[in-house]
């Protein structure tokens, strides 16, 4: 399978944060062509196993999360309508006159309602709505919808995957689900490279809420070291140079303090050896990503975060480059390939 | 399935024509003239086996909302300005189709990671957004879009629920639809029909259609309003879904004729067609221009209600449209009985 | 079986603040030791009960520990200054009685505020009635903690008093040991610390345990009062199966199994889905390699006020779900 293939069944499947065994069978089928042993751990992280040549002496973990924002439902109204929360961080504003479906006992469509513009004076227009104001009309009455769906079920935009000009694609929860597609291509670069290290990729789950899946599935597995795969901010007019990376220049390298240095050199080195094309992020503390919880987990695991970059973040119409997907996968891949047990001592020291 | 593919067809306020092209093919064969006017409004005549009689226009416009690209900056991202009345928080987080060869394009959003404390409780200009197409330069973009380009929302037509239909451009295209059925029904009677170019703009198509016509009586055929919601009074809710044809009282445009009003309810209770009152002053449509060309003509306005127009979706009930069809069947005949 | 409302009242009646749960973990011993076969007091004062099975380990927790006030001052005239523990709001607390462990009791007041929007715990004290220093800290001292005097009440439907958050939900775990007949699972009842404080307790008791599958019993909020925050949680409607808080999100195979035996059994039931707060399960999921957890909620008005009131049907439909999860073999 294409790495896009796979990332267009990704995004258009659903998988809010709790509810990412629903895409459990295609991370599964995808990870498993390509490495040593497969798993879903108890909590519904997928892991998967590929051994290197130095029998488990290095083991490299690398992460990215299946999880997706979205919403539930709170409370299904007299009239039929559906009020609902979110899960993950939604700016309100970009979910009025959204289609979503309500994923019930079987799946629903609904549109996320307002008032028509008509019946407003224009200073109204000028307020954003709240969520909390918003409702999903499903075309069902209160005893008909009651019977489909309950209180607790998830709600997902609905979004094809689209193709734009240049390699780019559009579409909802490439974050992560990118980094998933990312993963996948690493294990297949990683089919052409003799490694030593063992490496395991792990598809998280509940990066979005409490980071769960990483804090978890890094316990289990006790690596030497851990990679987040994530999304970073694709540049656009309205966001700096600082926060921002562009689009197809290869992943950010995140630098900070989640970040261990000496790894980071030899990645950049890595970087700089195969021609694959990188930039710098730069974040402060614990990153908002599973590098936060991989840092942290046992007695400490040095961490890296790799950044694809990703436009209009936490929206339904999320945009990115495939060919930064290929290059996060490469660096990924001879990043691995790099890391011999000998040298860890040095590596790793400050 | 009509009503799917003229919702699916794009018709932006002043590029109607996919949606022209598709009521002409439709009609060939079942009406006696069709025509294009000058400013492209169709006009459709139907004839009755003893002609004679007064002559009923009955129109439905065939534009709706969208936007329009005004701009390309530097980096390729298409700047647009809206085309009717368009909510502009309504914009954000959509999939979009650019002109005629209906190029994917989206519209996105500041991250809400890099918000400042509630910046998501301000509303975004329509200046501060823009349509990504995934060009890199604007060189690039150039070769695909030009400045000028229409662009439409690109949702599809679905049934949905208990017998409801979810599609964009409802708002009039259900107009369209019912038009459409009445022309080619069996029914023996002089109409004309108008679908009519530009209503969303200023009822533009409208008055030299009703020229050209010069209806004694005419139907505006709409999908208005329909809001309801758990907290509001009975009042406030302009038409209730599933509760049968929107009758108009007063809008913006028109103060609809009370006597034919009047013979409307009758007709329908005679039939045992549910209806309802619109039950709000504002908006307006085509009858606004269409009462007060030539010598002016009586009017009617029969609406489907349609929840959340003017935005990317809209929905209206499968019943509310069979008995609007009954109701302007039974309209129709009345008139050319003479009754009316 | 009849509603105990005696140990409802003693439950909630005995002192124990975040950090100091020494008196209401000797109570629950006592209470429970004849019904389990081992139980244990860790380091931190979760009080752990084991009622051992040869198959899965379940932990079922219930925090002990109240939200309260702690000493942070005492003034020339014998005020008393103080922080709160836990979520402790000023408008609650103005004109309240409290109680220190040794039996003192005060009444918290506020200086005059123009404005009583403006009020903050650090415009309040408590008043002893000690008549200056001196006389006051012979009954209290800096770092002690005192909290709401107890006032319970009941009728038919309800029962109203300060701290069912959580006695309530130890009283469920009670109730619901002593029902149950033996059963496969390999059961650990803990009643944990400092759950107000930030899930302390738990964190450290599930660490130790490492159970298979995690269940909080904790109160939840309502939205079934007059303009009420839309909620669909409400009082006589049954317990609550949580899906979401702000600390979890439940498993899905501890949530279902609930839901059938809620079904299974005609316990009446409703699922919530609450917009903030946490609870031990949040912590507990979170342990080591991960635990699939789920919450049993009893819905409550008035959380973290004096006047706390939830249902005696609820509170039975809680004590069976509970019941029924912890004897199906899991």
């Keep these: 399978m294409e790495t896009k293939d796979l990332l267009e069944i990704l995004s258009n499947g659903n998988g809010v944060s709790g509810f990412e065994f629903n895409l459990k069978n295609e991370i599964i089928d995808a990870f498993g062509k390509y490495t040593d042993s497969v798993r879903l751990d108890r909590l519904g992280n997928i892991i998967a196993h590929k051994k290197g040549s130095g029998n488990g002496a290095v083991k490299i973990l690398m992460a990215a999360h299946m999880d997706e924002i979205g919403f539930m439902v709170t409370d299904i109204d007299k009239k039929g309508f559906i009020h609902f929360t979110n899960i993950g961080g939604i700016d309100p504003r970009t979910i009025l006159a959204q289609e979503v479906t309500i994923h019930g006992k079987e799946d629903i469509l609904g549109l996320i309602g307002s008032k028509p513009p008509h019946l407003q004076d224009q200073s109204e227009q000028e307020k954003s709505i709240k969520m909390e104001d918003m409702i999903i009309d499903t075309g069902f009455d209160k005893e008909a919808l009651s019977e489909l769906i309950s209180i607790g079920d998830s709600i997902t935009v609905n979004r094809k995957m689209i193709s734009l000009l240049n390699n780019r694609v559009s579409g909802k929860a490439m974050d992560d689900r990118a980094g998933v597609a990312a993963l996948f291509e690493t294990m297949k670069e990683l089919e052409k490279i003799n490694h030593h290290a063992d490496v395991y990729f792990v598809a998280t789950i509940q990066e979005e809420v409490t980071m769960a899946g990483a804090l978890t599935a890094t316990y289990g597995i006790n690596p030497d070291i851990g990679i987040a795969v994530d999304v970073g901010f694709g540049r656009t007019p309205e966001l700096n140079n600082s926060n921002s990376i562009e689009m197809g220049k290869g992943p950010g390298v995140l630098l900070g303090g989640n970040i261990h240095p000496g790894l980071r050199k030899r990645l950049v080195a890595v970087a700089g050896d195969y021609n694959v094309p990188v930039q710098t992020n730069v974040w402060p503390g614990p990153s908002g990503t599973d590098a936060r919880a991989i840092q942290i987990t046992r007695e400490g695991v040095p961490a890296l975060v790799l950044s694809i970059p990703l436009r209009y973040m936490h929206t339904s119409v999320e945009v990115l480059d495939l060919k930064d997907v290929s290059h996060t996968a490469k660096l990924l891949a001879f990043f691995s390939a790099s890391i011999e047990e000998n040298e860890m001592e040095g590596l790793l020291c400050f | ?340 | 079986m009849g509603f105990n409302v005696e140990l409802l009242e003693k439950l909630v009646s005995v002192y124990g603040p975040s950090g100091d749960e020494s008196l209401i973990s000797a109570t629950i011993r006592k209470e429970i030791s004849e019904y389990v076969d081992e139980i244990t007091t860790d380091s931190l004062g979760n009080l752990i009960a084991r009622k051992k099975g040869e198959g899965k380990k379940i932990m079922v927790s219930a925090h002990m520990d109240q939200i309260g006030f702690i000493i942070t001052d005492i003034d020339k005239e014998g005020f008393l200054r103080f922080g709160n523990v836990g979520g402790i709001s000023p408008d609650i607390s103005l004109s309240q009685r409290v109680v220190f462990k040794n039996g003192t009791v005060g009444a918290i007041f506020s200086e005059p505020m123009e404005k009583s929007s403006e009020r903050k715990l650090e415009n309040m004290y408590i008043d002893i009635g000690a008549k200056d220093k001196e006389e006051a800290e012979k009954m209290v001292a800096i770092g002690d903690m005192c909290i709401y005097y107890s006032s319970f009440a009941h009728n038919d439907n309800v029962v109203f008093t300060p701290y069912l958050d959580d006695r309530v939900g130890c009283f469920v775990a009670i109730e619901a040991l002593k029902r149950l007949s033996n059963t496969d699972n390999d059961l650990y009842f803990v009643f944990s610390v400092q759950e107000e404080v930030g899930l302390r307790g738990a964190r450290t008791a599930a660490y130790g345990i490492e159970p298979d599958f995690g269940i909080a019993v904790d109160v939840t909020a309502h939205g079934d009062t007059p303009k009420a925050k839309r909620f669909a949680v409400g009082l006589h409607k049954g317990v609550a199966i949580k899906v979401k808080d702000n600390s979890i999100i439940t498993h899905p195979s501890v949530r279902n199994s609930l839901i059938d035996i809620a079904k299974a059994e005609n316990i009446t039931y409703q699922l919530e889905v609450l917009e903030f707060g946490g609870t031990d399960s949040g912590a507990i999921h979170l342990t080591k390699t991960g635990v699939p957890s789920g919450v049993i909620s009893i819905p409550t008005r008035y959380v973290h006020s004096t006047v706390e009131m939830a249902s005696k049907d609820d509170i039975e439909s809680s004590i069976a779900l509970l019941e029924g999860y912890l004897s199906k073999k899991q």
Aim: charged fraction near 30%; hydrophobic fraction near 35%; include cysteine.
């Design chain 2, 1 to 340: 399935m009509l009503l799917k593919k003229l919702t699916e067809a794009s018709g932006v306020s002043g590029n109607e024509k996919e949606v022209r092209d598709l009521i002409k093919h439709t009609l060939e064969g079942y009406v006696d003239e069709i025509k294009t006017d000058r400013i492209g409004n169709l006009i459709v005549h139907k004839k009755e086996s003893n002609p004679g009689g007064k002559r009923l226009m009955i129109a439905a416009h065939m534009d709706e909302v969208g936007l329009l690209v005004k701009d390309i900056d530097s980096s390729g991202l298409l700047k647009f300005m809206p085309v009717g009345g368009i909510d502009k928080r309504v914009l954000v987080s959509k999939t979009v189709s650019i002109g005629e060869k209906k190029l994917p394009g989206v519209i996105g959003a500041k991250p809400i990671h890099l918000q400042k404390r509630n910046e998501w409780s301000k509303v975004l200009d329509m200046d501060d957004l823009y349509i990504d197409i995934g060009a890199t330069s604007k060189e690039e973009a150039e070769k695909h879009v030009s400045i000028g380009d229409y662009v439409a929302f690109d949702t599809s037509y679905m049934e949905m629920g208990n017998a409801t239909i979810k599609a964009k451009a409802l708002d009039d295209r259900v107009g369209c639809s019912l038009l459409i059925d009445i022309l080619k029904s069996d029914i023996d009677a002089e109409i004309y029909g108008a679908f009519t170019v530009m209503e969303e703009v200023g009822l533009v198509g409208a008055g030299p259609a009703a020229y050209q016509i010069k209806p004694d009586m005419a139907i505006v055929l709409e999908g208005t309003l329909c809001y309801e919601i758990e907290e509001l009074d009975s009042h406030q809710m302009p038409t209730l879904l599933g509760k049968g044809p929107a009758i108009s009282l007063i809008d913006r445009t028109t103060v609809y004729d009370r006597a034919l009003r009047d013979q409307v309810v009758k007709i329908a209770e005679k039939n045992d067609i549910p209806y309802q009152y619109r039950k709000t002053s504002m908006g307006g449509n085509d009858s606004g221009k269409i009462h007060i060309t030539g010598t002016g003509c009586t009017t009617t306005g029969i609406s489907v209600p349609t929840r959340y127009i003017h935005s990317p979706l809209s929905l209206i009930s499968k019943s509310d449209y069979d008995n609007t069809y009954k109701l302007v069947e039974a309209i129709v005949k009345e008139f050319e009985k003479g009754a009316i």
